[in-house]
């Protein structure tokens, strides 16, 4: 079960957390690849699809970059941080 507790914090200095580690490894990452194409899916069909690109290979982009994110903050290998240059955090 997820802990949705919500605690506040100062701007510019970093929370206290654990990284959400399980559902990467539960998954592995072909799992949470596909998760993630399969959640942006949703999203472009949502209320909010104006936010991003509608175009099929853009969007395709943004599902690997933003994935690359996602791995990263749930523990994984550091694909987001090797690609932008600089560290999540
Ligand atoms: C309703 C909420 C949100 C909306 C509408 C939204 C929308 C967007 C859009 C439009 C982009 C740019 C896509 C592009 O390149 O064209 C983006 C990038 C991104 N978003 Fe969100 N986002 C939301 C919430 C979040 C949250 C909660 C997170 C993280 C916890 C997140 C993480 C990211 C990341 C990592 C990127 C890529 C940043 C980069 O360029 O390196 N987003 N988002």
Not at 15 to 30: A, S
Not at 56 to 72: I, Q, R, S, Y
Request: glycine share 8%; charged share 35%; proline share 3%.
């Amino acid at each position: 079960m997820v802990n949705y507790k919500v605690t506040t914090t100062v701007f510019g200095e970093r929370p206290d957390f654990k990284e959400p580690r399980k559902i990467l490894q539960e998954l592995g990452r072909d799992g949470f690849g596909a998760m993630m194409d399969r959640f942006y899916d949703i999203v472009v069909e949502s209320d909010i699809a104006n936010f991003f690109p509608q175009d099929k290979d853009m969007l395709d982009k943004v599902k690997k970059h933003n994935t690359k994110f996602f791995v990263e903050a749930c523990g994984g290998e550091k694909e987001y941080t090797q690609e932008v240059g600089h560290i999540i955090w």
